[in-house]
């Protein structure tokens, strides 16, 4: 049992020697055990965005767009403007910038999956730099992909990407991805169904280069 505010790991190494007069094979009588500390999966009182709204200018919103531009959401539908056209140049990223310097060292953030081809359905976390056509110039990359979890860092437009945590897992429509960046750049994440049944899918490698904060994304 460790504290509840505990993080990092727990290690423990078991050592067994041979008894006298007994000829022993070297290198195997030692074993050690890490386990992460996990705390719960975090909880939301107040959503960045459910896109339920009529058309409303998005001040905290980046999308690759001109600044100002209202967008909204169909269910099901894809970004639009105030005048109904789709948003074609932000590569299907938005960022939300709220507030203004972006979210903390440790971050978290989640989505319910509403359309039927998940596939590729991902959160952004520790964004930062440029936006250039929708894509952050650095960020960390939660995504689903054809039955794995996939977390990834991303510097320089996806140039450079590096994964550092795949797993097996199920999303599907109506189920709620939500991942926690931590201060190292290490991510946990879990999977709820729509039933409410959450698993712990893991947690990826850190990632040095991702320990301050920055926007938020999907």
Known sequence: TVNATASGSVSNTATVAAPPNVTDAAGNNTATDTDSVVGPR????????????????????????????????????????????????????????????????????????????????????????????????????????????IVETSNFWGITVTQTLVQAATLANGDTLTALANIDGSVDVWTTTAANVTTYVGRSAAAGSFTAGGRIGM
């Not at 929708?134 to 992909?145: D, K, M």
């Open 42 to 149: 975090p909880t939301f009182a107040v959503p960045l965005d459910n896109f339920t709204r009529t058309p409303a200018t998005e001040a905290n919103l980046t999308t690759g767009a001109p600044a100002g531009v209202a967008w909204s959401q169909a269910a099901g539908g894809a970004l639009r403007t105030a005048a109904g056209q789709a948003v074609a140049n932000n590569n299907g990223n938005a960022y939300w910038n709220n507030p203004a310097a972006g979210f903390g060292a440790k971050q978290a953030a989640a989505f319910t999956a509403a359309n039927t081809t998940v596939n590729g359905d991902s959160l952004i976390l520790k964004s930062s730099g440029l936006v250039a056509l929708g894509v952050s110039l650095n960020f960390i990359r939660v995504r689903y992909q054809t039955g794995q979890i």
